[in-house]
């Protein structure tokens, strides 16, 4: 628990969802802190964008409670539930949905609560690194950089809570890795508090502070990512996740080679440690860079 | 020589009713294009029922409702001081009913194909409905109101059943260029009765002219800076 009451926020919500595999109830329950970046992890259909769409006030749930930073913005027993407009957010929708009638400057300007305090658009423009580009309109942009001039309308007028709902689905692997250095950089530069929708592993483990994987309309863990996904086989199908890293140090352990892997991050390098028998690492050096297939166990 | 009154009350009453129809269609449109009500799809059809009438049978409709014998038509002639049949504000009235799905289906069209995201995302950006519509819905959906324009006004320009029906042949009042080149033929002046064709037609080429340009020319704008 913070000491500080207002830093918590949180959720209790109950929603009847119609998925692909039918009728399923998503029911949710959880608080997160101040400053926090959080990732919202699961597989198709477990209810992480719907999740993400009623903190917005953008889907209503059945039931729910919804406290931010001390402000009620749902309570259905009180029948309290604040507006989209009037909820502190940013929302980066998964096809960014920029306006297409206006300029990349013009969308951050729309965003301004208070037109006459333009500063936060000049410096947004130089911090996404869209100076160049702010006189031209979203259908003359590349995938990534709409993704940036979404991001960068989302945090325009200061909003107490981001939501980003798969932003980087869309994306090459390349691009998915620069524009999640922008994510977190943004993130701390502005005192963000973040929720992120993925369902891409190295994503989560790249960024989150925290996890909280959803399954079939349930939360099935949250905390730190390591803990959250170390405690649990992954019963779903994903496909097989890619890991690069770089070989930091092998040590000899009788037949068995202990491997430290340094895994790169967006200023966030993690080490994983690994044993692998004598004959398969034998060609191993260190700084040399492998990759790592984790391959889910399917029950 | 050709009497121009008949081709400007036809421009008259084609800009009146077109520019009423886009204050008309937006809000109707707008509504819709996004309301989850059941009992919309029986607006829709109603609205769009002008579209497939033979203009007779609603010109013969609307002429007995207006009619200052009939209910209606007794009630806005006590209270307001209106005479719809035979009249000018008559005609108006007709047109705006005969023409209003020419208007109301492009706009409507135009507001479903943009991505709700649009509007949700003006709502997280703490913009009210209005603001929404009126900065973001309606400048990307400038080439289907230009297209709802076009059609209401050259459909008005070349409604003749309706205003047979309800407005009659009156010089200056009603005889609409339409209604002309029906009594030039009748009166078996084909020379006179094809100079007034001839002015529709250009006028109505000019018109289409005019608006696939301006399309034209928004949708280069809209990619290209």
Redesign the interface.
């Known amino acids: 628990m913070s000491l500080n009451p207002t830093a918590t926020s949180r959720i209790r919500a109950t929603k009847l969802l119609h998925t692909a595999h039918g009728p399923r109830e998503l029911d949710i329950s959880f608080q997160w802190d101040r400053g926090r970046l959080l990732a919202v992890y699961g597989p198709s259909g477990a209810g992480k964008t719907t999740l993400l769409r009623m903190l917005a006030g953008l889907t209503e749930p059945d039931s729910g409670y919804i406290e931010v930073e001390g402000e009620v913005w749902l309570d259905s027993s009180r029948r309290i539930n604040l507006p989209t407009r009037r909820r502190s957010i940013g929302f980066v929708f998964q096809d960014f949905a920029l306006f297409p009638n206006l300029t990349v400057r013009q969308q951050l300007e729309y965003a301004l609560p208070d037109p006459r305090k333009p500063a936060i658009i000049k410096e947004l423009l130089a911090f996404m690194e869209l100076e160049a580009l702010q006189h031209h309109r979203p259908g003359l942009l590349s995938g990534g950089q709409q993704q940036r001039v979404a991001l960068a309308r989302a945090i325009a007028r200061g909003p107490r809570l981001l939501l980003l709902d798969e932003p980087l689905s869309a994306l090459d692997d390349d691009m998915r890795h620069r524009l999640q250095e922008y994510i977190q950089t943004a993130h701390r530069h502005y005192g963000l508090t973040t929720m992120l929708v993925s369902h891409h592993l190295p994503e989560v483990f790249r960024l989150a502070d925290e996890a909280i994987f959803l399954e079939k309309g349930r939360i099935v863990g949250q905390g730190d990512p390591a803990a959250v996904f170390a405690e649990r086989p992954l019963s779903y199908r994903p496909g097989s996740v890619d890991m690069t890293g770089e070989i930091l140090n092998i040590t000899a352990d009788g037949e068995q080679l202990a491997v430290t892997i340094l895994v790169r991050g967006a200023g966030n390098d993690r080490t994983i440690e690994l044993e692998a028998a004598g004959s398969v690492a034998a060609g191993w050096r260190v700084g040399q860079t492998i990759t790592i297939t984790i391959t889910p166990k399917i029950s | 020589m050709i009497d121009w009154q008949p081709i400007w009350l036809s421009m008259q009453l084609a800009g009146i009713t077109t520019l009423i129809l886009v204050v008309i269609a937006i809000p109707v449109g707008y509504w819709l294009a996004h309301s989850r009500r059941r009992w919309k799809t029986a607006v829709e059809a109603l609205l769009s029922l002008p579209m497939v009438l033979p203009p007779t049978v609603l010109g013969f409709y609307l002429l007995l409702a207006f009619s200052p014998t009939g209910g209606f038509g007794r009630f806005i002639d006590q209270y307001l001081g209106l005479r719809l049949v035979f009249t000018f504000p008559g005609l108006v009235v007709a047109s705006l009913i005969y023409s209003l799905p020419f208007m109301l289906n492009p706009v409507i069209a135009g507001f479903t194909s943009l991505?709700p995201?649009?509007r949700?995302?003006?709502?997280?950006?703490?913009?009210?409905d209005i603001t929404t519509l009126l900065?973001?819905l309606l400048?990307?959906i400038r080439p289907s109101l230009v297209t709802g324009v076009v059609l209401s006004f050259a459909h008005t320009i070349g409604e003749f059943g309706v205003v047979m029906m309800i407005g009659g042949s009156i010089p200056g009042q009603t005889r609409v260029a339409s209604v002309a080149i029906y009594d030039e033929v009748q009166s078996i002046h084909y020379s006179l009765a094809n100079r007034y064709a001839l002015t529709l037609l250009l006028i109505s080429f000019v018109i289409l002219l005019i608006a696939y340009g301006t399309n034209h020319h928004f949708n280069q704008r809209?990619?290209?800076?």
Request: zero cysteines; proline letters at 5%.
């Open positions: 991505s995201d649009l949700a995302a003006s709502r997280t950006l703490g913009k009210s900065r973001i400048p990307n809209k990619t290209l800076l």
